[in-house]
């Protein structure tokens, strides 16, 4: 699922509230932004379902982020 101009604007809302500085491993500044992804419980009451995330890559060293996806205001 690719992100609609108005997903996408919520990902540039959100990055400018917590901008992204450098990355912790190699301090490249260059990220990229990938479709969002669901992350499975494996323990827990929540079995069977996924937690939203969006990714954030390192374009470097490919350091990912996983941002919960409530958070950026994403259903
Ligand atoms: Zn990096």
């Known amino acids: 699922m690719a992100l609609d101009p108005e997903q996408t604007a919520k990902v540039q809302a959100w990055l400018q509230q917590y901008s992204i500085k450098a990355c912790p491993v190699c301090k490249s500044k260059k990220w990229t932004v990938a479709d969002p992804v669901g ?26 982020l996983l941002i919960n996806l409530n958070n950026i205001g994403l259903p």
């Not at 992350?39 to 954030?56: H, Q, T, V």
């Open 39 to 64: 992350l499975p419980f494996i323990l827990g009451s929540n079995i069977g379902k996924a937690l939203p995330s969006l990714p954030f890559i390192c374009g470097r060293c490919g350091l990912t």
